[in-house]
Each structure stands twice: as C-alpha cells, then as structure tokens.
T-cell receptor, first 113, second 113 residues
Framework: GENVEQHPSTLSVQEGDSAVIKCTYS??????FPWYKQELGKRPQLIID?????GEKKDQRIAVTLNKTAKHFSLHITETQPEDSAVYFC????????????FGTGTRLTVIP | DSGVTQTPKHLITATGQRVTLRCSPR?????VYWYQQSLDQGLQFLIQ???????AKGNILERFSAQQFPDLHSELNLSSLELGDSALYFC????????????FGQGTRLTVV
C-alpha cells in the first residue's frame, strides 16, 4: 500500500518568515495530494491540493509543488502569521480523489510573533 | 462549518462495550468516509460508503462496522471496545467518489476506560 512520510515533525518560524513542509510517497499511482490544516481539537481542513498533472499550485500565501519523478511534494507558506500555527498533514490518494487518503504523520508549525 | 455533522461530540465508555457514532454528510454528498485519529497511528482511513454501498476499505478492524442509510447518513459501530480504540473518529463527505475534496466533520472523541 501507499506510504507517506512527512518532515519535519515540528517547525518553528518567526512571524513573516517562510515555512516549508515536505512529503514523500511510495506509490507512483497516487494522483491526488491534498494538504490539511488541523487546529487543536478541531477537524482537518483542506487548505490546498494538487493533482498529478500539475507541478505547482498557488493560493495567496500558500503554494504546493509536486515532483512526480521523485515522488515528493511540498507545502510552502510565505509571510507566516501566528494564526498559521497548527498541525499540517499531507496526504496522497491512489484513487484520484478523497477516498482512501493516506496521511503523513503531521507537522506542528509554530509561528512566533 | 463544513456542513458535516457528527454526534456525539464526546463519548466515554468501558472496555468491552459497543458504541455507535453517527454522521450526517453535507447536503447532496453521496460519499461518506470514516477516519480514525489516534496519537500513535495518526490519521487512518477506515472505510468509505457511496450512495449506500461500501466502496473502499482501509485499516478497519473486524470489531468495527459501518453502514450508510437511504437518507445518506452513516453510522460507525465499534464493538468489544479496547483501551487502544480511544481516538478521535472523523467522518468526511464528498459529492461523489474520486477527484473530489472531502469535507471533515468535527469528530467524535471516544474514550475507552
């Protein structure tokens, strides 16, 4: 089955700096890669996603890049703000959608004011 | 608010007992997914139903079962509960299966004592 690895497990940045979280996946058939943000005790919320036919996608301060050859994808957050502090999960799906998502182990991002 | 409703929010029960978690998907969504989030296993996909039928199965134990009813709400039944079953159980829904975003509910926190 698919195996998703995520690094780092914790990340602290100063407000205004950039944050980068990286994930690798094992199954080249995976074709959907969402990123979720989860605040303490709350539900995971989709913040951005990318499909295998696209190399990069950007939404305001958030961008995701995908390297299919190397089987890795990354989340980039620029101009970080304290409200960006949360746990971020990457995921991969073999079935082209939201079913059977394989999640990474999460990155706890702390933005220091 | 994602539009996905889960009840109850919290549940405390004893080992060996059986509980039922309920999920109402967003209006119009046909697919329902169940995920388990525990400290040691992270977010794991359990099972998916689409329009009343089981569509995909993940790491769901034999002690667990689920169903989706004609009104599209779903129930996750957990039996012979063990301490290790303590976790957050999330339901997610999407309009269809494949190539769609999943919207997560707020989760049910199950504590087995």
């Amino acid at each position: 089955g698919e195996n998703v690895e995520q690094h780092p497990s914790t990340l602290s940045v100063q407000e205004g700096d950039s944050a980068v979280i990286k994930c690798t996946y094992s199954d080249s058939a995976s074709n959907y890669f969402p990123w979720y943000k989860q605040e303490l005790g709350k539900r995971p919320q989709l913040i951005i996603d990318i499909r295998s036919n696209v190399g990069e996608k950007k939404d305001q301060r958030i961008a995701v890049t995908l390297n299919k050859t190397a089987k890795h994808f990354s989340l980039h957050i620029t101009e970080t703000q304290p409200e960006d502090s949360a746990v971020y999960f990457c995921a991969a799906s073999l079935q082209g959608g939201a079913n059977n998502l394989f999640f990474g182990t999460g990155t706890r991002l702390t933005v220091i004011p | 608010d994602s539009g996905v409703t889960q009840t109850p929010k919290h549940l405390i029960t004893a080992t060996g007992q059986r509980v039922t978690l309920r999920c109402s998907p967003r209006s119009g969504d046909l697919s329902v997914y169940w995920y388990q989030q525990s400290l040691d296993q992270g977010l794991q996909f359990l099972i998916q139903y689409y329009n009343g039928e089981e569509r995909a199965k993940g790491n769901i134990l034999e002690r667990f079962s689920a169903q989706q009813f004609p009104d599209l709400h779903s129930e996750l039944n957990l039996s012979s509960l063990e301490l290790g079953d303590s976790a957050l159980y999330f339901c997610a829904s999407s309009p269809r299966t494949g190539n769609t975003e999943a919207f997560f509910g707020q989760g049910t926190r199950l504590t087995v004592v």
